[in-house]
DNA sequence: CAGTGGTCTAGACCACCAG
DNA sequence: TGGTGGTCTAGACCACTGC
């Protein structure tokens, strides 16, 4: 016996999904249902279902079941273009939620980023951010205050780079980009309403204004089926 | 009970391995033993495995253990410099195995990327890179012969953009890069020798001459831990 | 050949979500 | 409260690796 019983069910549901037969967001049939039909214990229904998600073609949310991924929203870190607008130039509603705001004394890693004291204020932003209603990435921003006094006063579910724009007029220039593949830790899996040890793509961002100085850094967690990212490189 | 048993075992080897008591390239105890010293099932002992390797703490290959995953390699795409010499200039042992070679006819895609009649002769090359004898990296590169006749009697287990830099007066300037999280498909999986499914980095790069005409266009597969993607943005 | 991970079963209870 | 996914057990056989 060379096939494996699990390849059947997730083999059905890619050339389902592949061929737009099952809109997004649609519902799949409960494990146990799945188990039934395809004639196969849970553990094995769900075994197909994870090999789904692991391609991006289905995802969880929390207990309630699983869902038909929506396509990936296409994102260019060193285009400064706010979340909102790109989000919504591509056909989706974006929406922005504060989950924490604060000043806080800088540790050791932003102090040396920022080349400020150790324990001086810094901004601390916590954000979650959805594409149609779906949670899809978690953002935490340290923003350099000495810089930018006031800044803790605007509206912070805006985009920040919008803001400094705007109020500034000290746009983000130069930055530092980093990707990672990466299990999303427990408290972004949480909030991302996903299961623990998901998959996502981690960003860390450090931004640089014009006299290279450290305006924020920025660390980005997205579920990893959310997000293609494109950049281009011109000399 | 909130208390997950292979948190348990999670945690020990987590702890363990952060910790450098492990040394890179240990092999774990056997599935079965570690059900047995931590006295819960198979299933769950390797569910816990499988959390360890999605945070990127272990792999396994094939079916002959788990092991201690070596730190990732830095690794930036618009810097033209070789793998085989920022692998080495982090202290590791680079090696590229060239799996095919051949004059293909351009499919669709490729031919409206390098702007070529649909079947006229490409280069396809398909390798695999090795960081210290361990398989990180499925390369599908194509390149357009019309621009760099010959190219195909080099040796094409060096960098391609060092043979088009000392021998084509022609380097890579311009590209267009692609970032994606996904899991690995089954022949790249199996190329890398790890499961199926397994989580992965897919990078495509589309490389331009001066003159703005398409080079090359390079597929990359790697395996999630292996590498971070490191990029500067200097405006 | 022995040992490994890969697949699979038929149950069970728990934690959480929605109505 | 009923249904969902999340965790878990104690087995079993298969496919492949390495000796």
Redesign the interface.
Known sequence: MTEKHYRYLQQYFHDLILKKKMPYETKLPSERELAEQFKVSR?TARQAL??LE???LIYRSNRRGWFVTPP?VIYDP?NNVSFNLYVTEQGYTPHTEKLMQQIESANHKIALLMNIPLGAPVLFLHRRRYINQRPVLIEKLYVNVDLLPGIEHEDLTQSLGQILRTKYQSPY???????????LPDNEAKDLSTS??????QIERVNFSDDKSVLSVDYEF?R??A?????????
């Open positions: 553990v994870q090999h692991a391609e991006g990936a060193a220039r130069d930055m530092d980009l980093s990707f990672k593949a990466t299990a623990t040890g998901q998959a996502g793509l997205w990893h089926d997000v293609t990212i494109e950049i281009s490189i011109r000399n």
